[in-house]
T-cell receptor, first 113, second 109 residues
Framework: NAGVTQTPKFQVLKTGQSMTLQCAQD?????MSWYRQDPGMGLRLIHY???????DQGEVPNGYNVSRSTTEDFPLRLLSAAPSQTSVYFC????????????FGPGTRLTVL | QKEVEQDPGPLSVPEGAIVSLNCTYS??????FMWYRQYSRKGPELLMY????GNKEDGRFTAQVDKSSKYISLFIRDSQPSDSATYLC?????????FGSGTRLSIRP
């Protein structure tokens, strides 16, 4: 099993550009989530999904969209990138939601100029 | 008040020392308590998981939970250079999981 995979590993954007961060898991997990990690701020939840077709907002959802058309994939879209979105983004999945072990991907380092 | 407070460090100790990492939380609804370890430029991985007050041991690692004081600790015995990482505490209820900001730990050979 590959676990949780994320692409790209690195990305540089200009302010106002849009892009999609990809996340996929092959563990048949229902629960998937996106976090951003900033120095001194820990991991903050952006959006999460409890199953295909169901998504909800986390702690810091503004400026981001998600969709969940399949169990395996959970892409994160930046609508109009801003320098404040410079961060490391992690995707995670778990079998039974927030009380279960979270399996994290390797992360995407995003810089917005 | 933040829901989870964790000293960011950095913490540097010599090899073989006992390490103590701590977190406090404010939300009594949290039922599950976890410690994640994150190596540089990697995603976090689960280290310890518990849901009750008291101690839980796993090899050189001991997780301690005190629900009455809303306090959790992670002890590392006989610390090794390979333990150098950032350690994040995490708490969850049925609806959400909250991570601490992480403590950066360095073990000097």
């Amino acid at each position: 099993n590959a676990g949780v995979t994320q692409t790209p590993k690195f990305q540089v954007l200009k302010t106002g550009q849009s892009m999609t961060l990809q996340c996929a898991q092959d563990m048949n997990h229902e629960y998937m989530s996106w976090y951003r990690q900033d120095p001194g701020m820990g991991l903050r939840l952006i959006h999460y999904s409890v199953g295909a077709g169901i998504t909800d907002q986390g702690e810091v959802p503004n400026g981001y969209n998600v969709s969940r058309s399949t169990t395996e994939d959970f892409p994160l879209r930046l609508l109009s990138a801003a320098p404040s979105q410079t961060s490391v983004y992690f995707c995670a999945s778990s079998g039974q939601g927030s009380t279960d072990t979270q399996y994290f991907g390797p992360g995407t380092r995003l810089t917005v100029l | 008040q933040k829901e989870v407070e964790q000293d960011p460090g950095p913490l540097s100790v010599p090899e073989g020392a006992i390490v103590s990492l701590n977190c406090t939380y404010s939300n009594s609804a949290f039922q599950y308590f976890m410690w994640y370890r994150q190596y540089s430029r990697k995603g976090p991985e689960l280290l310890m998981y518990t849901y009750s007050s008291g101690n839980k041991e796993d090899g050189r690692f001991t997780a301690q939970v005190d629900k009455s004081s809303k306090y959790i600790s992670l002890f590392i015995r006989d610390s090794q250079p390979s333990d150098s990482a950032t350690y994040l505490c995490a708490y969850s209820s049925a609806s959400k999981i909250i991570f601490g900001s992480g403590t950066r730990l360095s073990i000097r050979p």
